[in-house]
């Protein structure tokens, strides 16, 4: 896999023009964003890791085989910036998210390790309602048994049936162990024709 830095983007007019499909990262600070897309990319230090919240801040695209775009947004929640800065994130993320035409799939993540988390479940609900297509990651497995994994993920599952019909795709992964590198990717490859639809 070929993996390229594009551009960082602070405003929507920024962005790359919509000539290939897009495929977004997003998840609450320190969910472990970066070292799941230097995971998928094979390509140690692509995106930025930092030990502290909210170090994404900006749009950042990565071209992929010259054939398709994965963007790490700027994560939601705890973040060491005022709460106007914050609401203006995550006002420019929702127009992204609801309004950029090439987008195929947001990838939430969200640690596993967690209890159900309200700005997980508010975000999740507000791409249900505006009709964006998302999935969700998992990520952090490595830090739990199999059994864990097994209890948290249906836990997860349980609560979402509370709202949903239906769940998303759902990958479990982590990024030491280098899990769900395939699913993640193959699953990426079956929306790629979607683009030319």
Partial sequence: MNATF?????KLDQLPPVNKPEFAFIGRSNVGKSSLINMLTAVK?????SGSPGKTQTFNHFIIDDSWYLVDLPGYGFAKVSQTTRDEWEG???RYLTT????????VLIDLRLEPQKNDLDFISFL????????IVFTKSD???ANQVRIHTEKYKNKLLEFWEELPPIFITSAEKRLGKEEVLDYIKQCLPL???
């Fill in 6 to 10: 594009v551009k960082s983007s602070a």
């Fill in 45 to 49: 230090g692509l995106a930025k890791t």
């Fill in 92 to 94: 420019l993320m929702k």
């Fill in 100 to 107: 950029r035409e090439n987008l195929m799939n947001a990838f």
């Fill in 128 to 135: 249900g309602e505006n009709g964006v297509p998302f999935s």
């Fill in 143 to 145: 830090k739990l048994t």
């Fill in 195 to 197: 683009f030319n639809n």
